[in-house]
């Protein structure tokens, strides 16, 4: 059964840190592009950050560039997102995803809700 699966959310303070989590089981996420996707509630869901599907290459939103950093382990089949200077606008459920730029094919996890508030 292929699945992605989150943790690591939860309650942040304003200028601290969380680091979510990502397993994949079911598939290899090494043949995959791993994104981060966060959704705010009445927003739209957005790309937060991505990383190649040999961790050399990664991308980030304006919003959280210098604050977050995305990293990945193919042996362990996991993603992470290092989520450092919390700001409370960074409040959102948050979706890891898996992107085949071969088959095209998308999986998503079931995402994880961070609250940042004092």
């Known amino acids: 059964q292929v699945q992605l699966v989150e943790s690591g959310g939860g309650l942040g303070k304003p200028g601290g840190f969380l680091r979510l989590s990502c397993v994949a089981s079911g598939f290899s996420l090494k043949y995959y592009v791993m994104s981060w996707y966060r959704q705010a509630p009445g927003k739209e869901r957005e790309l937060v950050a991505t990383v190649s599907e040999e961790g050399d290459t990664t991308d980030f939103a304006d919003t959280v560039k210098g604050r977050f950093t995305i990293s990945r382990d193919n042996v362990k089949n996991t993603v992470d997102l290092q989520m450092n200077s919390l700001k409370p606008e960074d409040t959102a459920v948050y979706y890891c995803?898996?992107?085949?730029?071969?088959?095209?094919?998308?999986?998503w996890g079931q995402g994880t809700q961070v609250t940042v508030s004092s």
């Open positions: 995803q898996a992107h085949s730029t071969w088959s095209h094919v998308q999986y």
